[in-house]
Nanobody
Framework: QVQLVESGGGLVQAGGSLRLSCAAS????????MGWFRQAPGKEREFVAA????????YYADSVKGRFTISRDNAKNTVYLQMNSLKPEDTAVYFC????????????????WGQGTQVTVSS
């Protein structure tokens, strides 16, 4: 079992930055690829970014490439999402998730989920 707790969400103006954190507890953190997803009101949950267990491979949705950066610190059992140049359309609840295998891009590839943290970007 892996428990995930997100933090770092909040209200920010367009063009601003936020850094989300996701702290993991339970089994060996480095065994898990980690992903960030988001869900806006009335919309389906969508892939944002993912990172392999070692941190050597990273994946991004086209909508966030060049603005968001995913990273992890396996010594701290934490994955981060640095979000720059935020836009109102980035407003959503952001979830982190952990996976052992399967697609990084699909919700179905993930075994464990956090409760989410709200990000609101005002125009």
């Amino acid at each position: 079992q892996v428990q995930l707790v997100e933090s770092g969400g909040g209200l920010v103006q367009a063009g601003g930055s936020l850094r989300l954190s996701c702290a993991a507890s339970g089994r060996t953190f480095s065994n898990y690829g980690m992903g960030w997803f988001r869900q806006a009101p009335g919309k389906e949950r969508e892939f944002v970014a993912a990172i392999s267990g070692s941190g050597g491979s990273k994946y991004y949705a086209d909508s966030v490439k060049g603005r968001f950066t995913i990273s992890r610190d396996n010594a701290k059992n934490t994955v981060y999402l640095q979000m720059n140049s935020l836009k109102p359309e980035d407003t959503a609840v952001y979830f982190c998730a952990a996976r052992m295998s399967g697609s990084y891009y699909s919700l179905r590839g993930y075994d464990y989920w956090g409760q989410g943290t709200q990000v609101t970007v005002s125009s």
